[in-house]
């Protein structure tokens, strides 16, 4: 039986996490972890695709794994998404903050190999969620938050754990994605011929 692995993508706002987590689906069929969070949608974010939208209320309901609080909202990854995803294939992965990945190495082990993204222009990273189309107010806020700087470098705790993997140009950024899925066993790689 293929071994349950999870690619656990982390590193700072705007470094590349959902692109990569999008990269590894559109290319390789690997679904994502849909995490729980009570911060509004983005302007085309579906709630079920990208998060299960929550209110306080309701995200108090769920059993996670773990959660955190990230600039002011919660989020939280829960057992049965997890479940779920594997049920769908052995290899998975997820977007989460380094706190989140630190629970999940140490949770799992092996079976979570880390991806941490960073890119070497901090002026860039902010470019990038303008261009995305936050809000100004919300990237000042994220900006100020002590997640955000905390996500700036490897923490310790993932030191030894995780792939580095600087997103400056995208295409380098997909030829090291590819290998590591090569690696940890590609499910079902789309031909790019
Ligand atoms: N290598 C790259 N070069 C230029 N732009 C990029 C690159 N990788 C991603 N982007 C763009 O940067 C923006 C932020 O990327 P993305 O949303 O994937 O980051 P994130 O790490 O998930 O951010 P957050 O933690 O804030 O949700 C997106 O508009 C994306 O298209
Ligand atoms: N520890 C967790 N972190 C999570 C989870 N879901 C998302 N995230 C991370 O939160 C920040 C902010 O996300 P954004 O979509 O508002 O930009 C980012 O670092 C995500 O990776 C989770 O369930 N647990």
Known sequence: MTKQRIFVITGPTGSGKTTVSH?????????????????????????GRDYYFETPAS???????????????????????????????????IVLDTAGAITYARELGEQAVVIYLEVADQEALIERLTKRGDQPSRIQKRVASEEYLRDQALPAG???????????????????????????????AVSKD
């Open 23 to 47: 990269y590894l689906w559109s290319q390789y069929q690997i679904p994502q972890v849909i995490t729980h969070t009570t911060r509004a949608p983005r302007e085309g974010e579906v709630s």
């Open 59 to 93: 995200f108090a309901t769920k059993h996670y794994l773990e959660h955190v609080t990230y600039s002011g909202n919660q989020y939280g990854s829960s057992r049965e998404g997890l479940a779920a995803a594997w049920e769908r294939s052995p290899l998975i992965s």
């Open 158 to 188: 993932l030191v030894g754990h995780a792939h580095v993997l600087v997103n400056d140009e995208w295409q380098a950024t997909q030829r090291q994605l590819d290998q590591l899925v090569a690696e940890y066993g590609a499910p079902n």
